[in-house]
């Protein structure tokens, strides 16, 4: 699960490549996640000395997106996340049909989900999933290697839909192992910048 810099760094980036906003206060992200004024301080203390984000007197600017994002990438451990994984005999496009509702795609279903392609081809499903119980009756534990990956959201994940917001794509992707995930990443870099 996202430590809360991680929560904040999502929000931040997800609002600078999505929405087009690069300036915040430290005082909205607190109100917002009902954090203190001093987790976001904190939060922000490794994107301000590596220059991911300059602080003005009462703001602060996002600066450069993509170094920002590769800070957060190098802090994500995305196997930590991982609450079940099993194999699936069917296709990918079938494993994620039937997904129950509650679940948001992300890495390669998510791109592919989000811009109608894939730069390679993917054989694995990653999801975030709060019931993994209903993950497990539609698809039992079966041995092999597993090629659906189940992992544990945050409570803020939700809020941005069913499909995880282009920051959180990213750094899934950069920490996946599959050799398609740097065609991937790639291609994502392509679309953001």
Do not use: H
Request: glycine share 2%; hydrophobic share 40%.
């Amino acid at each position: 699960m996202l430590k809360k810099k991680e929560i904040i760094w999502r929000e931040i980036l997800w609002q600078s490549i999505e929405k087009k906003n690069r300036t915040f206060t430290q005082k909205e992200l607190a109100k917002k996640f009902n954090f203190s004024l001093s987790t976001i301080f904190n939060a922000l203390k490794v994107p301000r000395a590596s220059n991911a984000i300059e602080v003005r007197s009462k703001f602060f600017v996002i600066r450069d997106q993509e170094k920002f994002l590769n800070i957060w990438a190098t802090f994500r451990n995305i196997n930590k996340d991982i609450i079940y994984q099993t194999r699936v005999e069917k296709s990918v496009t079938e494993i994620e049909g039937c997904m129950p509702p509650s679940v948001i795609f992300t890495a390669f279903s998510t791109f592919r989900l989000t811009f109608n392609e894939a730069p390679a081809d993917y054989d694995k499903v990653y999801v975030y999933c709060a019931d993994v119980e209903e993950i497990k009756k539609r698809f039992p534990l079966q041995k092999g290697n597993a090629n659906l990956i189940v992992l544990k959201p945050d409570a803020g994940l939700y809020r941005y839909g069913s499909v995880a917001p282009l920051p959180q794509i990213y750094v899934d992707l950069w920490n996946l192992s599959e050799w398609y995930a740097k065609d991937f990443l790639n291609a994502l870099k392509e679309k953001i910048f």
